[in-house]
T-cell receptor, first 117, second 116 residues
């Protein structure tokens, strides 16, 4: 089945550790995204990538890093510089038209819960 | 600036009641897209509808209907004859060129609880 797979579902991090959240999609989508969700809040964009080997910061990129070496994969690393990392993280993907804005639908994975212990 | 406001944070209804979820948006662009997503307790965001700014026709899909009014910058979502399975957090979102290609700006979500 086509879709977006995030792993792990639950992750615990000790203070000072870096952790990496995995995101894989087999939808053949060009664009991929990482969003963060805090309780009672909407989703905020961390990073996005519209093409392999290219990515841009979103609204809350500090303390996070990403890579896009393959079209189907967009891992997110939560570094020790992220002061409040406990949250729900959602990966997403969409198709992309290169020349015009098209408001393509963004599809989401099942999310990963990260807790600092 | 782009912004999506969902003024209601939480609503509780009894099964079979109708419920309307409000969404008000702000954008300077003339071309934009509006979305609704459902987030059940499992956490995944489920896509419900996408509407472009040039299509003001209301849409109905089963028990779901959407009312898009550009004059008031609103894109409201109505669930008719609600069911317990409708219990979830619902998000309204906006995508426009000003916000950056294919990025979504979300409202804070509205938690709907449908009681049997």
């Amino acid at each position: 089945d086509g879709g977006i797979t995030q792993s792990p579902k639950y992750l615990f991090r000790k203070e000072g550790q870096n952790v990496t959240l995995s995101c894989e999609q087999n939808l053949n989508h060009d664009a991929m995204y990482w969003y963060r969700q805090d309780p009672g809040q909407g989703l905020r964009l961390i990073y996005y990538s519209q093409i392999v080997n290219d990515f841009q910061k979103g609204d809350i990129a500090e303390g996070y890093s990403v890579s896009r070496e393959k079209k189907e994969s967009f891992p997110l690393t939560v570094t020790s510089a992220q002061k409040n990392p406990t949250a729900f993280y959602l990966c997403a993907s969409s198709t992309r038209r290169r020349r015009s804005f098209s408001g393509n639908t963004i599809y989401f994975g099942e999310g990963s819960w990260l807790t600092v212990v | 600036a782009q912004k999506v406001t969902q003024a209601q944070t939480e609503i509780s209804v009894v099964e079979k009641e109708d419920v309307t979820l409000d969404c008000v948006y702000e954008t300077r662009d003339t071309t934009y897209y509006l979305f609704w997503y459902k987030q059940p307790p499992s956490g995944e965001l489920v896509f419900l509808i996408r509407r472009n700014s040039f299509d003001e026709q209301n849409e109905i899909s089963g028990r779901y209907s959407w009312n898009f009014q550009k004059s008031t910058s609103s894109f409201n979502f109505t669930i008719t004859a609600s069911q317990v399975v409708d219990s979830a957090v619902y998000f309204c979102a906006l995508s426009s060129p000003q916000g950056g290609s294919e990025k979504l700006v979300f409202g804070k979500g509205m938690k709907l609880t449908v009681n049997p």
